[in-house]
């Protein structure tokens, strides 16, 4: 295929889910992955591989800017990030799609609204198989059609601990999950958060979306074919090829359309790196191609109580939406509460480099391991950059007032629900997990690179579908999101550039 329809670089959340919505289309297309399939070994189980040796962290070194090297936690295989994935699959709030006023400054709107884009976030939900309970959590948008399943079952640690926040006069609810809880336990008996999925447990952008389009015959999958750079054609209005690299030789693909999502650093990467008359990559006119870099700013709090084990397998079942719209006395947004995937003490080990194992093994044994997460607003000087081949981070973090907020009073709760010892540790920069923000999609093509509908201002055969499309961070686990609006620019798409 050296001339398909449409060439989609990535096979993460955003590439698999547009490769489903196109499937069926006649369009011919070819999928380029970076990564493998990830393989089914002992490993896919082994907390110590996973977290202390780092088995599946890539051979990839990023730059902190002005500072040093660090490998970052973002995975290259078939499915991308979502391999990991927590599977938490939550809508944006409605007031999410608004501007917010925050502690550290004002969250932007998106470029439509949430009753415009809820008929896709019901389309993504059957598409990953989300196992939810609506009616829980006072923040829930308007849905149109429930969950497809109902909501994977709470330990009882975890039902007590959502007596006890009830307790409080708080609404724990249960998290919106693409987790087949049966088919994950058959595979080994802990979490999924963070562990690899080689089976069918967790509905992934691979077991999910990708497996949907490559039913269709005219969808094939390259991998190990890492794209390059991107084209323009000689007056730069559309892009003419797209280069990459496979088993060491550069190939050369020419389709009608591209769409890039390759996940929201290295789509900026790939933009940047692209030649053009003023070395500031293509589909950037707007400047803003890097810029606008957001990560949760996001901390792990553990309630121990040594009294009580914490029997729990997978633990991750709850979130506390309370302080998501108000600090809860008329202030402003704090964010959101979920579980983590259960902690044991080789976790622990990953961060607290000089205790004894036991002593790790006894805290993670006795605690209910949270996480915190607040929004990050967006700052032109928040950027990806690349050097050469290198990628070069310059994060800055911003509206860290709430999640100081949200950690002094998650601390108070846990207290007063009766757990003697509070611990909490900020997620740091190698943890670009909720990684958005650096192609971002507005009204205005000189304030953004994308139009409502991922498309380049720049160059019309060009989408940009994937993390880097987000005005904003909100306060919820962004792949969702990414699938909503996967399916809607599918659409979009079929209407548009597909017609016969
Ligand atoms: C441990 C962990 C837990 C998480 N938990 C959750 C959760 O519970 N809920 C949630 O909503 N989100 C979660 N996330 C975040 C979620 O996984 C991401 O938001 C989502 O996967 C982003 O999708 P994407 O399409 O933007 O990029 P990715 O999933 O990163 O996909 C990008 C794809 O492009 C490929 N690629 C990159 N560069 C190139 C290149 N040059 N050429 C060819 N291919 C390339 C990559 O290999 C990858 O397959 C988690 C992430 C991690 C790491």
Same mark, same amino acid.
């Given at each position: ?106 969250? #932007? ?268 607003? #967006? ?122």
């Amino acid at each position: 295929m050296t001339n398909p329809d449409i060439v989609i670089i990535g096979s993460g959340i955003g590439g698999a889910t547009i490769a489903s919505g196109l499937a069926g289309s006649g369009a011919s297309i070819l999928m380029l992955e970076r990564g493998e399939p990830l393989p089914a070994t002992p490993h896919t189980r082994d907390t110590r591989a996973i977290f202390v040796d780092g088995h599946y962290r890539p051979k990839e070194m990023w730059r902190e800017a002005g500072g040093a090297p660090f490998n970052p936690g973002n995975y290259y295989y078939v499915g991308g990030n979502s391999k990991f994935y927590g599977a938490v699959l939550i809508r944006y709030r409605r007031q999410d799609f608004s501007e917010m006023e925050h502690y550290g400054g004002v969250s #932007p709107a998106w470029p439509f609204s949430y009753e415009e884009f809820e008929p896709w976030y019901s389309r993504a939900e059957q598409l990953f198989r989300v196992r939810g309970a609506l009616g829980q959590d006072p923040t829930e948008p308007f849905h149109s059609i429930p969950y497809p399943f109902g909501p994977v079952p709470d330990e009882p640690p975890i039902a007590r601990a959502r007596a006890e926040l009830k307790g409080l006069g708080l609404h724990p609810a249960s998290l919106p999950l693409g987790v087949d809880i049966d088919a994950w336990l058959r595979d080994g008996k802990t979490g999924w958060d963070a562990f690899p999925n080689t089976g069918t447990g967790k509905v992934d952008a691979q077991s999910g979306p990708l497996a949907a389009a490559l039913a269709d015959r005219n969808i094939r999958l390259e991998t190990g074919a890492h794209v390059e750079y991107l084209e323009a054609s000689s007056d730069a209005t559309t892009i003419a090829a797209v280069h990459y690299r496979q088993n060491g030789t550069l190939m050369k693909v020419t389709p009608k359309l591209v769409i890039l999502s390759a996940g929201a650093v290295n789509s900026a990467a790939i933009l940047l790196r692209s030649p053009s008359p003023n070395g500031k990559g293509l589909a950037n006119r707007s400047d803003q191609v890097g810029r606008n870099f957001m990560n949760h700013n996001s901390s792990a709090m553990l309630a121990i109580d040594p009294r009580r084990r914490n029997t729990s397998v997978y633990q991750k079942t709850l979130m506390l939406n309370d302080y998501y719209l108000s600090d809860g006395k008329g202030g402003k947004p704090l964010g959101n509460v979920q579980l983590l995937g259960k902690i044991d003490g080789y976790m622990l080990r990953a961060n607290v480099k000089l205790a004894p194992k036991f002593a790790l093994d006894f805290m993670a044994g006795h605690a209910v391991d949270w996480y915190l997460m607040c929004e990050d607003l #967006p700052d032109p000087e928040s950027r990806i950059m690349v050097d050469g081949k290198d990628i070069v981070m310059q994060w800055r973090r911003s509206n860290m007032q709430s999640l100081d907020g949200l950690t002094k009073v998650m601390r108070e709760n846990f207290r007063a629900c009766g757990y003697p010892i509070v611990l909490s540790r900020p997620f740091d920069k190698r943890t670009p997990s909720h990684q958005c923000g650096t192609v971002r999609m507005g009204d205005d093509p000189a304030t953004s690179p994308l139009d409502p509908f991922c498309r380049s201002f720049d160059h019309k055969n060009l989408f940009v579908v994937d993390a880097g499309f987000l005005p904003n961070s909100a306060a919820v686990n962004p792949a969702l999101s990414i699938a909503a609006q996967a399916l809607r620019v599918a659409d979009h798409i079929c209407k548009t550039e597909l017609v016969a």
